[in-house]
């Protein structure tokens, strides 16, 4: 072969890698090219239907695991033994050990002395304002006994938990609309009051939340703590009756009053105002009967595993036997008032099968999100005065 033949044979194959080479980019380049030019193409409106329309998929699993398998889920998660009051207790110590996970306090240590200081705006009550170093949070409240509270005459003790948007000195506000003065109320028929300051705005108990999750813990969990750690040191003071101790809350202090006593047994008796609830409808279905917290923006209240076996007639199970009464508005807007019923008459069943139904109490009235003084004191005087 020539020379000339042979350099023809060499650039045409070159040629050819070349012209493969070219036409391979070719088609690739307008496969892109393609693709792009489809998702250009396809509309916004058609994007958000097939968002929306995966949106409700997820929305209508969640909702039927929540509310409508919670029965069956329920059924498998408690084994109630109704045989006596102890059977009941140790049957249900499983399920209190998952609660006591789910709200997972954190360990906070005592590290100085408790200070105490003449309250300035609560004066004619003699009240403290008294702080509890705990490390890097304190605790916080008042205190004050009623006259003639002594060593010779101790008396019960009322936890007094105030709701989102108010304050430690609200319960003790003269005439106020919702709280109706119920500290004060309870001071004038012979309890101590202990009222712990919790963190009260909406926002910022947002705010913290989302830190308390990064951690595997809970704002509720970390305020019960720093209430039991206000409990040890009033229950150190000889004008106090230890035995006798009771809780009330409003609104958000009725679901810390809902939270704490299945964990902390050193109280006795409680009251729930304006917080008892059908939960799960409550958590997870908006409805113009009633405000879910579905459609507001209170995040707070969400919790890891909370309804898995948890909603509050299953919660009464793990105050139970101990009594306990439910104060709810009709026209109060956090609970459509029948569903609050069904979900009482559930939660009594406890009580019933163990023949201590006088032990738990409704009141459902003509009003709004408040508490009512004349049932909740003599509640609270019936189980913890002698």
Known sequence: MTKTAQLLQFFSSRMSLLAFFFLFCTCLSGQVSSGTEIAQEMPDHQQEERTVKYKHQLEKYLQQWIIEDYPDRAEKAWNRDYSNIDAFKRSVEGNRERWMALLNPPELRKSGPVNKEPHPYLQDLGAEWIELPLGPVSAQGILAFPPGASSENPVPLIVVQHGIGSYPETPFTIDHNLYHSYARELIKAGFAVLAPMNLRSMPYRNYIERLCRLIDTTLPGIELVRMQHLLDVVLQDPRVDAERVGMWGL???????????????????????????????????????????????????????????????????????????????????????????????????????????????????????????????PFLERWLKP
Not at 278 to 301: C, G, I, Q, T, W
Not at 321 to 349: C, N
């Open 251 to 377: 609104s958000l202090g009725g679901m810390a009053t809902m939270f704490w006593m299945p964990l902390e047994p050193r109280i006795k008796a409680g009251v729930v105002s304006a917080w008892f609830n059908h939960r799960r409808n409550k958590m997870a279905l908006p409805d113009d009967r009633y405000v879910s917290f579905m459609v507001v923006d209170e995040e707070h209240a969400f919790f890891r595993g909370w309804l898995t076996e948890f909603t509050d007639s299953d919660v009464v199970s793990l105050i139970c036997p101990r009594p306990l009464m439910i104060h709810h508005g009709k026209s109060d807007r956090i609970a459509y008032w029948p569903q609050v019923v069904d979900e009482f008459e559930i939660a009594k069943t406890h009580y019933q099968k163990l023949d201590i139904s006088d032990r738990i109490e409704i009141e459902v009235f003509e009003g709004g999100h408040e508490a009512r003084v004349g049932t909740g004191v």
